[in-house]
């Protein structure tokens, strides 16, 4: 994660990361008085637990084999923060984002003297910058990731030609609710008025989360349609859960051309599925596997993705308020597995004192000597956990040479 100095971006990081008070009257003043930006293109809506940022990826590199301008926002970041807001592919530049951060700031100023519209958040400021970015440069579509839940995230402000939930699992309990049906119900609070929506197949969306969505779908005569199963694609992106989330783009490729006009040409999608690329998934770097599952299904499902027949030795890092412990637990049920533990540098990291009642791993206190230690060339090499670690493993992988 590299740091960049910028006022901007340490402006916008100096707001409160989580709403004293729920709801979307905030950003929508703030919309309201930039104009509606949201309303001036055509978007999508993506709402999971994980995968919407490789379901995006996806989407967008088919997008752009037609020719069509894609606006991305997405989060968190895992190298700058420019990269939350793109247009294919092409990170926002410091020069605009500070031209809009110049629009926005005295709005704000003028919201923090009034008690119903004081404190609004960096994320809700970081999607108003995003759609008017997208509206200033008149993007054929734009492809949107809620950044936490879905009917109250910031980013619930438009009338998308499709909505998609990814999968459901536990995470952010403390703010989504603490059973799937809770969670669902949240992210099932971005389906639209007779708007299509695609809903992740039923490994990763278990029923008791899916008849919730079922339900609110139907309330709003909302069609629901699913991935085609069983559907295998060439992929740079590695992983079976990435097969998965480009089956689902897939699917919602095919809704967007009808309502777009485009004719469906596997030769295209078939390239735009192959040339996406979403860092720290998965992600062959140096002789390393990295893949950032920071939450307990994204953990199972990269559980599933060893058999056993080669030793892998495991390096895992996450946040204090994540269940690591069971995220921990989970690895170690992998066969021919070692695991490591270790910490980095960022708020509220797990510390060798939050696991010396775990048994059968080793602590680690710097990780580096993990990416430049020998290695074993039939062996495997995973790091993982949050993507906050990913980020900095990533960034150090990038400019060491660790062959080894």
């Given at each position: 994660?590299?740091?960049?100095?910028?006022?901007?971006?340490?402006?916008?990081?100096?707001?409160?990361?989580?709403?004293?008070?729920?709801?979307?009257?905030?950003?929508?003043?703030?919309?309201?008085?930039?104009?509606?930006p949201?309303n001036?293109?055509?978007?999508?809506?993506v709402?999971?637990?994980?995968?919407?940022?490789?379901?995006?990826?996806?989407?967008?590199?088919?997008?752009?084999?037609?020719?069509?301008?894609?606006?991305?926002?997405?989060?968190?970041?895992?190298?700058?923060?420019?990269?939350?807001?793109?247009?294919?592919?092409?990170?926002?530049?410091?020069?605009?984002?500070?031209?809009?951060v110049?629009?926005?700031?005295?709005?704000?100023?003028?919201?923090?003297?009034?008690?119903?519209?004081?404190?609004?958040?960096?994320?809700?400021?970081?999607?108003?910058?995003?759609?008017?970015?997208?509206a200033?440069?008149?993007?054929?579509?734009?492809?949107?990731?809620?950044?936490?839940?879905?009917?109250?995230?910031?980013?619930?402000?438009?009338?998308?030609?499709?909505?998609?939930?990814?999968?459901?699992g536990?995470?952010?309990?403390?703010?989504?609710?603490?059973?799937?049906?809770?969670?669902?119900?949240?992210?099932?609070?971005i389906?639209?008025?007779g708007?299509?929506?695609?809903?992740?197949?039923?490994?990763?969306?278990?029923?008791?989360?899916?008849?919730?969505?079922?339900?609110?779908?139907?309330?709003?005569?909302?069609?629901?349609?699913?991935?085609?199963?069983?559907?295998?694609?060439?992929?740079?992106?590695?992983?079976?859960?990435?097969?998965?989330?480009s089956?689902l783009?897939?699917?919602?490729?095919?809704?967007?051309?009808?309502?777009?006009?485009?004719?469906?040409?596997?030769?295209?999608?078939?390239?735009?599925?192959?040339?996406?690329?979403?860092?720290?998934?998965?992600?062959?770097?140096?002789?390393?596997?990295?893949?950032?599952?920071?939450?307990?299904?994204a953990?199972?499902?990269?559980?599933a993705?060893?058999?056993?027949?080669?030793?892998?030795?495991?390096?895992?890092?996450?946040?204090?308020?994540?269940?690591?412990?069971?995220?921990?637990t989970?690895?170690?049920?992998?066969?021919n597995?070692?695991?490591?533990?270790?910490?980095?540098?960022?708020?509220?990291?797990?510390?060798?004192?939050?696991?010396?009642?775990?048994?059968?791993?080793?602590?680690?206190?710097?990780?580096?000597?993990?990416?430049?230690?020998?290695?074993?060339?039939?062996e495997?090499?995973?790091?993982?956990?949050?993507?906050?670690?990913?980020?900095?493993?990533?960034?150090?992988?990038?400019?060491?040479?660790?062959?080894?």
């Open positions: 994660m590299r740091k960049v100095s910028n006022a901007s971006i340490d402006w916008i990081h100096s707001r409160l990361k989580f709403g004293i008070k729920p709801g979307l009257s905030r950003i929508v003043y703030l919309l309201e008085q930039l104009g509606n949201q001036k293109f055509k978007t999508v809506h709402a999971g637990t994980n995968g919407k940022g490789s379901t995006v990826t996806f989407l967008s590199n088919i997008l752009q084999q037609y020719g069509l301008q894609v606006g991305t926002f997405t989060s968190p970041y895992i190298e700058i923060f420019n990269e939350r807001i793109a247009i294919n592919g092409r990170y926002i530049s410091d020069e605009d984002l500070n031209r809009i110049g629009v926005i700031k005295p709005i704000v100023f003028k919201m923090d003297e009034d008690v119903d519209l004081v404190n609004i958040t960096e994320f809700e400021i970081l999607t108003a910058i995003g759609y008017y970015y997208f200033d440069q008149a993007v054929d579509i734009a492809l949107i990731e809620v950044g936490l839940g879905g009917l109250y995230d910031s980013t619930n402000v438009i009338t998308p030609l499709v909505s998609a939930i990814t999968t459901i536990m995470d952010h309990q403390d703010i989504l609710g603490d059973t799937l049906a809770k969670i669902a119900s949240e992210k099932a609070g389906i639209k008025s708007v299509p929506v695609v809903v992740g197949n039923r490994q990763g969306v278990p029923e008791e989360a899916y008849k919730v969505i079922e339900t609110v779908a139907h309330e709003k005569d909302a069609p629901i349609f699913h991935p085609e199963i069983g559907l295998t694609f060439d992929l740079n992106l590695h992983g079976q859960y990435q097969q998965d989330n089956a783009a897939l699917k919602l490729f095919e809704i967007l051309a009808e309502k777009l006009g485009l004719r469906l040409d596997r030769e295209k999608i078939n390239k735009g599925l192959k040339q996406a690329f979403w860092p720290a998934r998965m992600e062959d770097l140096n002789g390393f596997i990295l893949d950032g599952a920071h939450n307990l299904p953990i199972k499902r990269l559980v993705e060893f058999d056993g027949s080669k030793k892998v030795h495991i390096l895992f890092s996450a946040l204090q308020r994540k269940d690591f412990h069971e995220m921990i989970l690895l170690q049920t992998i066969p597995v070692a695991l490591t533990l270790t910490t980095f540098d960022y708020p509220k990291t797990i510390v060798a004192a939050d696991v010396t009642d775990i048994s059968d791993v080793t602590w680690l206190e710097d990780w580096r000597e993990f990416v430049t230690a020998p290695k074993q060339a039939d495997l090499y995973l790091l993982t956990g949050s993507l906050y670690f990913m980020s900095q493993v990533r960034e150090f992988l990038l400019t060491t040479n660790t062959t080894n």
